[in-house]
């Protein structure tokens, strides 16, 4: 098992393996061997005390797997020992994937698609649910809209164009240089920008045709809203759910908001899934489209064994992913 440990450690990130007991699932909970779990850049946001959850260490990892379960406990009965499932992001109890054996919530805990590897099934909740609550429920899309997505070529940003798409929206994806932008082309965006080689401002306004974006998902933040926020159209909303930046500090000027009557939004899909009605919402809507084939299968840039997570965790700080990095147990 992976354990977040405090300075003085060998591993750069702090990364070691330790021996732990296997857990024993309370009320509602089931125990799954987890066959390969997703990283996330919120893994990354923990280690450097920069997640709105509190970093208390040493912690553990890890926040979606896919698995076989092994043990359920009182009153769980959606699932049963055998079942092969796939778990959503968690972070109350707290709940870590990034072991040998890990607990779920029943709630938290789907089914796993059918025909998919581990892989596969280790990593979607979080890219489609990301995108589904802003996009479907806080500030809904609607046909034709523009949409921007940020850091467009991880697992998060690739569902959220699949996200975009299946709502009707018009997207534009970013990354950082045009060497990405073929690729983000070929997985569903209407139109690339390349932040590091375009004026970005200039580049939305001609793709739009003066229009501007009515809703960009950001997982960027910092210094970076400045280079979209002029173009957000009127009454359009930018929802920051990311640091890639390496600050939480955002910095941008106030008037371009004033004059389109815009806005800036915090967002965490923790905050969403708290509430049991909207988490049954999201899990239905995701899994019809899983079920009817829109949305595809998840991209998986690179499948690691657990031996090398460390340089699992140092791909995904450098960009260099093209989908989701997975470790496979």
Same mark, same amino acid.
Request: glycine content about 12%; overall charge negative; some cysteine.
């Given at each position: 098992m ?5 300075e003085?450690?060998d ?10 007991? *296997? &857990?024993e699932?309370g009320?509602?909970e089931?125990? #799954?061997?987890?066959?390969?779990y997703g990283l996330?850049?919120a893994d990354i ?10 970093s208390?260490?040493?912690?553990? #990892? ?9 043990? *359920?406990?009182p009153?769980?009965t959606? $699932?049963?020992?055998?079942d092969?499932?796939?778990? %959503?992001?968690?972070?109350? !109890? ?10 779920a919530?029943e709630e938290f805990?789907?089914p796993?698609p059918e025909g998919?590897?581990a892989a596969e099934?280790?990593g ?6 990301t995108?589904?609550?802003p996009?479907k429920e806080?500030?809904?899309v609607?046909?034709?809209d523009? *949409?921007l ?5 991880g697992g @998060?940003?690739? !569902?959220?164009i699949?996200? !975009?798409?299946a709502?009707?929206?018009?997207v534009i994806?970013?990354t950082?240089?045009?060497e990405?932008?073929a690729?983000?082309?070929?997985q569903?965006?209407d139109? @690339? ?5 375009e004026?970005?401002t200039?580049? %939305?306004m ?5 229009? !501007?974006?009515? #809703?960009v998902?950001?997982g960027?933040g910092g210094?970076? *809203?400045?280079?979209y926020v002029d173009?957000l ?8 759910h990311g640091?890639?930046?390496? @600050?939480n500090e955002?910095? $941008? &000027?106030?008037?371009p908001l ?5 806005g800036?939004y ?7 899934t708290r509430?049991?009605e909207a988490?049954?919402?999201g899990?239905g809507?995701?899994?019809e489209?899983i079920?009817?084939?829109?949305l595809?299968?998840?991209v998986?840039?690179?499948v690691?064994?657990l031996c090398e ?10 960009? #260099? ?5 997975i470790i496979?147990?």
């Amino acid at each position: 098992m992976y354990d977040r440990l405090g300075e003085g450690e060998d591993s750069e990130l702090g990364l070691v393996i330790r021996d732990l007991d *296997v &857990p024993e699932p309370g009320p509602g909970e089931v125990r #799954l061997r987890v066959s390969a779990y997703g990283l996330n850049q919120a893994d990354i946001l923990l280690m450097s005390n920069r997640h709105y959850a509190i970093s208390d260490l040493p912690m553990r #990892l890890g926040y979606e797997a896919s698995g076989v379960v092994e043990a *359920v406990g009182p009153g769980v009965t959606r $699932f049963g020992v055998g079942d092969r499932v796939s778990t %959503i992001p968690n972070i109350d !109890g707290p709940y870590s994937c990034a072991n040998e054996y890990a607990l779920a919530r029943e709630e938290f805990t789907t089914p796993w698609p059918e025909g998919w590897s581990a892989a596969e099934a280790a990593g979607f909740w979080m890219q489609y649910l990301t995108a589904y609550y802003p996009m479907k429920e806080i500030f809904p899309v609607a046909e034709g809209d523009w *949409v921007l997505i940020t850091a467009a070529s991880g697992g @998060t940003g690739l !569902g959220a164009i699949r996200i !975009g798409k299946a709502l009707g929206a018009r997207v534009i994806a970013t990354t950082r240089t045009s060497e990405k932008c073929a690729f983000l082309r070929e997985q569903g965006a209407d139109a @690339t920008i390349a932040t590091a080689e375009e004026d970005m401002t200039a580049a %939305i306004m001609s793709i739009t045709g003066g229009e !501007g974006v009515r #809703l960009v998902s950001d997982g960027v933040g910092g210094g970076f *809203v400045a280079q979209y926020v002029d173009a957000l159209a009127f009454d359009g909303i930018a929802y920051v759910h990311g640091g890639l930046s390496g @600050t939480n500090e955002v910095s $941008f &000027p106030i008037l371009p908001l004033v004059r389109r009557r815009a806005g800036l939004y915090g967002y965490s899909l923790i905050n969403e899934t708290r509430d049991p009605e909207a988490l049954r919402r999201g899990i239905g809507f995701v899994t019809e489209l899983i079920n009817s084939e829109a949305l595809g299968r998840p991209v998986i840039d690179r499948v690691y064994p657990l031996c090398e997570a460390s340089a699992a965790y140092e791909r995904m700080k450098a960009g #260099l992913q093209r989908g989701k990095i997975i470790i496979a147990v």
